[in-house]
């Protein structure tokens, strides 16, 4: 039976051999809903990067620049971090580079990988039917906040396993941790999830609609995977 593994910030990606196996990059709130958003609303490939200088690059080369430093749009770029930013017209067709704290630098860390692919609650089933069909070890990589660890996406870990759990095992602390978290709370997600210190953070930027719309699951059947350092849909 192939296994499930939980790691839950980037500081701990090293601990974990992620070679021939499936990488599932999260970030709750907000990098990968906006991902998997985007290419299901037309975006055709988006461009994660470590730094904001890179990205702006890419801007000058006809990619759209989106993302946030500590939750707020670089000032410079053409979106920030909503997922209904990618859901307007003006994004489809089109690539956009992505630059944000946490969920492109998760990416970035993951690359050792054979696939590395993006969850959310937006496309949760989409990903375990993906990882099931792939027969793969999985890793789950949760981007967290800026090296902590945190509860949105910890909880996503958790209902992936729940997802999975007949046909994979889940091995290891972190992953036993997440599962249970999820199943005290699956019925009260974003209940359990707007009291975490990074809703907490960008509730004061007045999103709070953003964080709600991220912990809808099941929204879109996309699965965004990495092939030539872009993301596109599997």
Not at 17 to 38: E, M, N, P, W
Not at 92 to 109: D, E, F, L, P
Request: proline share 3%; hydrophobic share 40%; aromatic share 6%.
């Amino acid at each position: 039976m192939k296994t499930l593994e939980v790691c839950l910030s980037p500081e701990l990606i090293h601990q974990h051999q992620l070679g021939g196996k499936v990488v599932v990059v999260v970030d709750i709130f907000r990098a990968t809903s906006c991902i998997v958003t985007g290419l299901a609303s037309g975006v055709t490939a988006i461009r994660p990067m470590e730094e904001v200088e890179a990205c702006k690059k890419l801007g000058e080369q006809g990619y759209l620049t989106a993302g946030e430093r500590g939750g707020i749009k670089v000032p410079e770029f053409d979106m920030g971090n909503s997922p209904f930013e990618y859901q307007s017209e003006n994004v489809k067709g089109k690539k956009v580079a992505i630059s944000t704290t946490n969920g492109s630098q998760a990416i970035v860390k993951s690359q050792e990988a054979e696939d590395i692919i993006i969850g959310a609650f937006l496309n949760l089933e989409a990903v375990s039917e993906y990882i099931l069909q792939a027969k793969k070890d999985v890793v789950i990589h949760c981007a967290g906040w800026k090296g902590t660890v945190n509860l949105e996406d910890t909880l996503f870990a958790g209902a992936l396993i729940d997802e999975c759990a007949e046909e994979m095992n889940p091995r290891g602390d972190s992953a036993l941790l997440a599962h249970q978290l999820y199943i005290g709370n699956h019925e009260n997600l974003f209940g359990i999830a707007k009291q975490s210190g990074h809703a907490e953070r960008l509730a004061g930027f007045g999103i709070e609609k953003d964080l709600e719309f991220c912990m809808t699951v099941d929204e879109y059947s996309v699965v965004p995977k990495l092939v030539d350092e872009e993301l596109v849909d599997s």
